[in-house]
């Protein structure tokens, strides 16, 4: 009789922390789903107008829409470098 008991309360016991499981995963969906519109619009680090993404010769950069800043991601500047490489000024400047 003992193992009965002791096998019925480790499966209540998997039971509860299965729910809390769950009960924390949604939470975690929910407040993903609610970061995910704000993290869409990117502010300006200087006057923090919106930054848009804009299209120069085929390399994605973020122009600022009050300042007109251009901000880049990571190896944006190396693609650019990269284009230049025929003796433009950018690439005599950083290479």
């Known amino acids: 009789m003992p ?3 002791d ?3 480790r499966a209540l016991e998997n039971e509860y922390f ?4 769950q009960e924390l995963i949604e939470k975690m969906k929910a407040k993903l789903a609610g970061d995910e519109s704000t993290r ?3 502010k300006c680090p200087k006057c923090d107008g ?8 085929n390399i994605k ?5 009050k300042c007109s800043g251009v ?9 650019i470098g990269a284009k230049e ?10 290479g």
Do not use: N, P, Y
């Open 50 to 57: 919106s930054l848009h993404e804009t299209d120069f010769e």
């Open 40 to 42: 869409l619009e990117m």
């Open 3 to 5: 193992i009965e008991l």
């Open 61 to 65: 950069i973020d122009v600022c829409d």
């Open 71 to 79: 901000w880049l991601d990571a190896g944006e500047l190396t693609q």
């Open 85 to 94: 490489e025929g003796g433009g000024w950018f690439s005599r400047v950083f």
């Open 18 to 21: 299965r729910r809390k499981e």
């Open 7 to 9: 096998d019925r309360g």
